[in-house]
């Protein structure tokens, strides 16, 4: 059975309507971003990490990490009510990049990928984005947005994988999965 190294219910719930069953044993690993990091390397070495952290012999293990990237400028979960403010004010009436970090450990070996999605956002206006931010949905996640949720009313054009936006590029887990006879 896979063993999913995240807390993120998005991840479980992706997981679960695919149908691959798993069980959770959450990371605690530190997620600083290093000077000068680019944003793959980061969601990469998280996943890694995270894999690594919980991973015990004869298991396979997932760790996944997802960042939101625009103009360069790495964006997290917001701290705040203020910074879900100002990141959707970046995001707003643009195109960013959502980066999911995927390594699998299996068999002594890291298996480590990653995905990346474009999404366009609508124009905002300030009303509208203190409206959302008021809901507390930005709060947990990364770029201070859900897709699923009410979010989904700004964002026009997304490239590549939904999936990866909501939290986990499951294909591309799935395709890694099978590849290497684990599932």
Not at 72 to 82: L, Q, T, W
Request: glycine share 10%; net charge positive; with cysteine.
């Amino acid at each position: 059975m896979l063993i999913l190294a995240s807390q993120s219910p998005r991840r479980r719930e992706i997981l679960e309507r695919a149908g691959i069953a798993f069980t959770v044993r959450v990371a605690d690993v530190d997620e600083s971003l290093r000077e000068g990091e680019a944003a793959q390397s980061y969601v990469r070495r998280l996943a890694t990490r995270k894999a690594v952290a919980v991973g015990r012999p004869g298991e396979v293990v997932l760790g996944a990490d997802t960042t939101v990237v625009v103009d360069g400028e790495i964006f997290g979960k917001p701290v705040d009510a203020a910074d879900a403010v100002r990141m959707l004010g970046r995001l707003a009436g643009r195109t960013h990049e959502v980066i999911t970090g995927i390594c699998l450990k299996a068999r002594g070996q890291l298996y480590i990928d990653a995905e990346t999605t474009l999404v366009r956002f609508t124009a905002m206006t300030e009303a509208e984005i203190t409206a959302y931010v008021a809901t507390g949905e930005p709060m947990d996640k990364a770029g201070g947005y859900a897709i699923q949720g009410g979010a989904s009313r700004y964002i026009d054009r997304v490239e590549g994988c939904y999936w990866n936006v909501v939290g986990l590029p499951v294909a591309r887990v799935y395709g890694m999965m099978r590849r290497r006879g684990l599932i």
